[in-house]
T-cell receptor, first 115, second 115 residues
Framework: SAVISQKPSRDICQRGTSLTIQCQVD?????MFWYRQQPGQSLTLIAT?????????ESGFVIDKFPISRPNLTFSTLTVSNMSPEDSSIYLC????????????FGEGSRLTVL | AQKVTQAQTEISVVEKEDVTLDCVYE???????LFWYKQPPSGELVFLIR????DEQNEISGRYSWNFQKSTSSFNFTITASQVVDSAVYFC????????????WGAGTKLIIKP
């Protein structure tokens, strides 16, 4: 399975600032996704990161707030813009390697606290 | 619409006890995948198993076993002779085979194994 590295692993940020999270995969992957996990909650899909084109956002998430880049098949970034305390969450990068299995593999997550 | 229910919010057992985590799913589709993931305190989600809707055979992997019953729409997970290292949040998830990795997640069950 792919090895996924996320940076930063955790950060404490001030209200109104922005933070960019990086996701690096050790092999080319078909699908990359960004999830949010609020404290004590399950996972919520933010968007699908599309290589070379705009990300596909889920209902309730917009590009202005969560801009995503995916310049190639091994790397993606998620920016959390104009942060508020409600953005305090774990943000997880995940990848899918094969269309026929539906399996997702996850990075270790980026734990974000907004003061 | 699809839905995954993990009714057990938290389970606490003493080490070496057997424990079963329940997962009930809803879908009208006949082709789907079911998953279990483990999220230890470190935060990284670890893939445990995938089962497709055509295969109702139960599976055993070491101390872990899974019971898939389409008649009751359940995909339960049993840990035999639990260990402290099994302490984690466990998520059950569902995806349709033509859904491009769109997972529907359960709320998770927090498992605490006491020494």
């Amino acid at each position: 399975s792919a090895v996924i590295s996320q940076k930063p692993s955790r950060d404490i940020c001030q209200r109104g600032t922005s933070l960019t999270i990086q996701c690096q995969v050790d092999s080319q992957v078909t699908m990359m996704f960004w999830y949010r996990q609020q404290p004590g909650q399950s996972l919520t899909l933010i968007a699908t990161a599309n290589q070379g084109s705009e990300a596909t956002y889920e209902s309730g998430f917009v590009i202005d707030k969560f801009p995503i880049s995916r310049p190639n098949l091994t790397f993606s970034t998620l920016t959390v813009s104009n942060m508020s305390p409600e953005d305090s969450s774990i943000y997880l990068c995940s990848v899918g390697e094969r269309w026929d299995t539906g399996e997702l593999f996850f990075g270790e997550g980026s734990r974000l606290t907004v003061l | 619409a699809q839905k995954v229910t993990q009714a057990q919010t938290e389970i606490s057992v003493v080490e070496k006890e057997d424990v079963t985590l329940d997962c009930v799913y809803e879908t009208r589709d006949t082709t789907y995948y079911l998953f279990w993931y483990k999220q230890p305190p470190s935060g990284e989600l670890v893939f445990l198993i995938r089962r497709n809707s055509f295969d109702e055979q139960n599976e055993i992997s070491g101390r872990y076993s899974w019971n898939f019953q389409k008649s009751t729409s359940s995909f339960n997970f049993t840990i035999t002779a639990s260990q402290v290292v099994d302490s984690a949040v466990y998520f059950c998830a569902l995806s349709l085979m033509d859904s491009n990795y769109q997972l529907i997640w359960g709320a998770g069950t927090k498992l605490i194994i006491k020494p």
